[in-house]
């Protein structure tokens, strides 16, 4: 199974419990962490957001309360944006299946492009980025929020313990889903170990690029602009 077969079946798998599973096993910090993220790169009432492996949407939610009017979510997994659009919240945008190697956008139509806990996913992830960069408009920013391994040895032994023994465990219990939840452990410990996010922007364009740790380094929010 290539990796893009893989993604799509397990979030389609997943979808009707993503949301539970999100808020619970992070303990409700991951509204907090949207939130740093859109503030750390000043989206405004006058953007026009792209949010790029939507799932089920609360990154596009949490723009919609910072003002933003103009937003289009994407994903790859139809299930997920099923549930997008069953949101009471959700009423101001609109919904692509695609991925983010083949936005189905005009050359810099939006301002901004989001992408929370999905950048791992990508199957290609410099043509993702390119992707990115064709669509945006010129100044345009792209906000990227995704796990990382902590660098404090003891904050590392304590997020390993809980990722590999007990995220897993109760992700399979609700989900129903083994797969998934130990997917998600080894896509983050590989995409920590391979992947250079800064660097792959840079070499795909951007420029301006900063880089924010939060939550004892389990995250990292990086913004780059085109």
């Known amino acids: 199974m290539n990796k893009k077969t893989q993604v799509k079946r397990i979030f389609d798998s997943i979808s009707r419990r993503y949301d539970l599973l999100n808020h619970l096993l ?29 799932g089920t949407g609360d990154f596009a939610i949490a723009a919609k ?18 549930e997008f659009n069953r949101k009471k919240n959700w009423s101001i945008g609109t919904t692509v299946q695609t991925v983010a190697e083949h936005i189905p956008f005009k050359n810099e139509t939006f301002t901004n492009i989001t992408v929370a806990f999905g950048v791992r996913n990508f199957y290609d992830i410099p043509e993702g980025f390119r992707s990115f960069n064709r669509v945006l408009r010129k100044n345009g920013k792209v906000t990227i929020l995704e796990f990382r391994l902590p660098k404090n040895f003891i904050v590392k032994g304590l997020y390993n313990f809980y990722f590999n023994k007990i995220l897993p465990l109760i992700g399979k219990i609700i989900s129903k889903d083994q797969e998934a939840y130990t997917y998600l452990p080894e896509s983050v410990n590989a995409f920590d170990e391979n992947v250079n996010i800064a660097k792959l922007l840079s070499e795909t364009g951007f420029k301006n690029i900063q880089e924010f740790a939060l939550t004892f380094g389990i995250v990292q929010v990086i913004i780059a602009e085109k």
Do not use: E
């Not at 509204?31 to 949010?51: E, G, N, P």
């Not at 309360?65 to 099923?82: E, Q, T």
């Open 26 to 54: 992070s303990a409700g910090i991951d509204f907090y962490w949207r939130k740093k993220s859109l503030k750390l790169t000043k989206i405004s009432a006058d953007s026009h957001l792209l949010d790029v492996a939507c």
């Open 65 to 82: 309360k910072f003002g933003v009017k103009k937003i289009i979510g994407a994903d790859l997994s139809i299930n997920m944006l099923k």
